[in-house]
């Protein structure tokens, strides 16, 4: 049997990762709902969610017209919407106060057998959990960016997490074309814990001067078939996003995380990769 989407879909703040979630959806099928914080918000997001709809009738990812795409999506300030959606994501910006009181609003307008979720980047979602009345319907979607093009979901499963909960999730990931890691709850997930780590170890190899940058990336691209190796890719990722990744988790699952002092005194001069022209390369098309 092929997986299906759910028929209505619910999306808290439409921001650079609810819009790219509210496309995905569409053009797996369902119906999408967003809701912004207000009328100024909702009218970025509607802009946002159209233009990247027509990006992929322009590219040919679809057959539908965009008229079609852009009559699936109701962009609005009021979460009563969400009272007929078998699926809400979260994606309002990483503060835990906040995502607490988005999660409680949405919760309280669901129908009792709905799941909501979280695309938070580091807040456990046990601890978003705690704030709400139904625990076992939460867990975590960790989309990636660019969320139309890309490929990978982390599903991530709460100490609450309802087991029918994650299967469903799990389809739902399925029905959009893309590929679902089923995590436990832990610091950095799957995809953030193991790349910052082979980040830092790349970073301490620089500053032991056991090869040059463009040398270690070459290993893991030619020697391991890494797309892109562990410091270009801190450059594009932006080095103080990623010291900021290796204190958290150095903080919760030990030393094995702790920044080296290069990647702390690049971050300091002001070297943050390709955003800033400078990190371990120098860049011209930031
Ligand atoms: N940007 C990334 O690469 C990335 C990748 C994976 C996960 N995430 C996570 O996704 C979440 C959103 O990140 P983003 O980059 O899309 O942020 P963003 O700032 O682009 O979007 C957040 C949106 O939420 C809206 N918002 C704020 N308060 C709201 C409220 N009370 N109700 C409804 N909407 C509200 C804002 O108006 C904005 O449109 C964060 O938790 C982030 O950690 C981001």
Known sequence: ?????????????????????????????????????????????????????????????????????????????????????GLVIEAVPEDRALKLAALRRAEAVMSADAVLASNTSSIPIDELARGLRRPGRLLGLHFFNPVPVSALVEVVLGTATDPDVGAAATEWVAALGKRAVVVRDSPGFASSRLGVALALEAIRMLEEGVASAADIDAAMELGYRHPVGPLRTTDLVGLDVRLGIAEELRATLGERFAPPGLLRDLVAAGHLGRKSGRGFYEWSDG
């Open 1 to 85: 049997m092929t997986a299906t989407a759910p028929a209505r879909v619910g999306v808290l703040g439409g921001g650079r990762m609810g819009a790219g979630i509210a496309h995905a959806f569409v053009l797996a099928g369902s119906r999408v709902v967003v809701v912004e914080r207000d009328g100024a918000a909702a009218g970025e997001a509607t802009r946002r969610i159209h233009e990247s709809l027509h990006g992929s009738v322009r590219r040919g990812t679809t057959a539908r017209t965009p008229e079609d795409l852009v009559a699936a999506v109701d962009v609005g300030t009021d979460p009563a919407v969400f009272a007929g959606s």
